[in-house]
């Protein structure tokens, strides 16, 4: 067997117990413009210059007006959702059930908005509130089947996305469908009461952005600086080191989907009682803003208040395509070949992030 050079003996591939924090951002970083190096080819395929391409999406989001309205729009959902995400997968439940969550927070919104009497000042508090629930409640079912039966989460999570959409189109077709409306599938508009307000001559939701930029700083505290928080980040380290020191997994893991089906449920009153003030087809609520939301929490590595800036870079993709589809004639959806380039790259790097090259002191 021929034996590697000797420059290549003095080198060893190895685990790194103790990776530094500059090795994980920059590994990003690279995977980052991979992707976009990637999606070139893709903008390559179709007749235009990955260049051309990626400047036009920048001068239509950020230095448009509208655009930049639109980039705020889908802002909301991807901050809000990816908050909670980052403690799902930061204590190893892996939520991703996110897009079910969100259609279950517009359904109970829906609900309060249409069919239960309340004080004009109760009704958009209450609508929050009963969504968050709903959203939680969607996700602690899979926690239960996790921490009771061991069923895998990420089946659970994602098949319940299914449940949750049919349960909307079954509702809009049937006993929730407008008594005005011929023709088309979905309920009677929202009361004035039951309307977020948006920003002039947009569709941006101020309630719901400020409630995401607050979310994430709350959550970033409660991650770091509370007792609830160091359990969080033990159980999701090392879950034996976590038994031992008498920590719940189970109170963690029931913790964690609450927090992150809850995010995902305000997510889904804000679209319904901000853009579209109704509930209607589930396609229409949400965009794939629940899919999306697994890279922003991806991107943050588990610090919430790190999901601003990459739900920005997300948000921005989002509405740039758009901007593609306008200015370059090109189809909406390879934006969503761009986030699973996004992801796959990501993914396929992290073993650069636990590994590390070590130069031999005594080469054989």
């Given at each position: ?121 109760l009704v958009l508090p209450t609508m929050f ?48 469908q407008g008594k005005t409306v011929r023709g ?88 319904a009682a901000g853009i579209h003030q109704k ?86």
């Amino acid at each position: 067997m021929n034996k590697p050079p000797p420059s290549l003996r003095r080198w060893v591939f190895e685990p790194d117990p103790n990776p530094p924090a500059s090795r994980l951002w920059l590994v990003s970083l690279l995977a980052i413009l991979a992707a976009f190096l990637a999606s070139g080819l893709i903008f390559w395929a179709y007749g235009v210059s990955p260049l051309t391409a990626y400047i036009t999406v920048i001068q239509g989001t950020l230095f448009d007006s509208t655009g930049l309205a639109e980039v705020l729009r889908r802002f909301i959902p991807l901050v809000l959702i990816g908050s909670g995400l980052t403690l799902a997968f930061r204590a190893q439940f892996f939520n991703i059930g996110a897009e079910g969550q969100l259609l279950m927070g517009a359904v109970a919104a829906a609900g309060i908005a249409l069919f239960v009497p309340l004080p004009a000042a109760l009704v958009l508090p209450t609508m929050f509130v009963v969504g968050f629930l709903a959203g939680g409640a969607y996700a602690l079912v899979a926690a239960v089947l996790k921490a009771r039966l061991g069923v895998n989460e990420i089946l659970t999570t994602l098949m319940f996305n299914y449940v949750a959409s049919y349960l909307v189109i079954y509702l809009i077709n049937g006993p929730w469908q407008g008594k005005t409306v011929r023709g088309f599938a979905y309920t009677d508009p929202f009361p004035p009461a039951a309307v977020l307000p948006t920003l002039p001559g947009t569709l941006v939701h101020w309630p719901t952005l400020i409630l995401g930029l607050i979310m994430t700083v709350f959550l970033q505290l409660l991650l770091s600086r509370s007792v609830l928080g160091y359990e969080l980040r033990v159980a999701g380290a090392n879950p034996t080191a976590a038994r031992y020191a008498g920590i719940s997994a189970t109170k963690v893991v029931w913790l964690v989907a609450l927090c992150s089906g809850g995010a995902a449920g305000l997510a889904g009153v804000g679209e319904a009682a901000g853009i579209h003030q109704k509930l209607l087809d589930p396609s229409q609520i949400s965009l794939g803003y629940g899919f999306t939301a697994v890279i922003v929490a991806y991107l943050a590595r588990g610090n919430p208040i790190l999901t601003i800036p990459t739900a920005l870079l997300m948000a921005i993709l989002f509405a740039g395509g758009d901007v593609m589809k306008v200015s370059l004639q090109m189809p909406f959806r390879v934006i969503d070949a761009l986030s699973g380039l996004l992801l796959l790259f990501l993914i396929g790097s992290e073993r650069l992030v636990e590994y590390r090259l070590r130069r031999k002191e005594n080469p054989q």
